[in-house]
């Protein structure tokens, strides 16, 4: 699965910005996906995960009522919606993807099969 990560930016604290993840594969409706980030100096985490149908969704604690993972496998894409942004959000923003028919739990546990390239988002005081 090639996947194509966009829509980062710069926003102020308590704004929003909603990145996007367009995924070059014919099935994109068999594939669990999620999104971490990296923030500089420190490990890839977990932000959030959807199911196939998109019926499903994990959140981080630290993101849990602010971000809204989504998706529109009519057009192979997933969205994470951030809002009420904070400057400890600032991180490189990466999609994954699992394997066909795996469950949403293969993202959960940090082992997706495919990585986008990330998205920068910065956060500002």
């Known amino acids: 699965v090639q996947l194509q990560a966009s829509g980062g930016g710069l926003v102020q604290a308590g704004g929003s910005l909603r990145v996007s993840c367009a995924a070059s594969v014919r099935t994109f409706s068999s594939y669990a996906m999620g999104w971490f980030r990296q923030a500089p100096g420190k490990e890839r985490e977990l932000v959030a995960a959807i199911s196939w149908s998109g019926g499903s969704t994990y959140y981080a604690d630290s993101v849990k009522g602010r971000f809204t993972i989504t998706r529109d496998n009519a057009k192979n894409t997933l969205y994470l919606q951030m809002n009420s942004l904070k400057p400890e959000d600032t991180a490189v923003y990466y999609c994954?993807?699992?394997?066909?028919?795996?469950?949403?739990?293969?993202?959960?546990?940090?082992?997706?099969?495919?990585w986008g390239q990330g998205t920068l988002v910065t956060v500002s005081s």
């Open positions: 994954a993807a699992g394997r066909p028919n795996q469950p949403m739990n293969v993202i959960i546990t940090g082992h997706p099969s495919s």
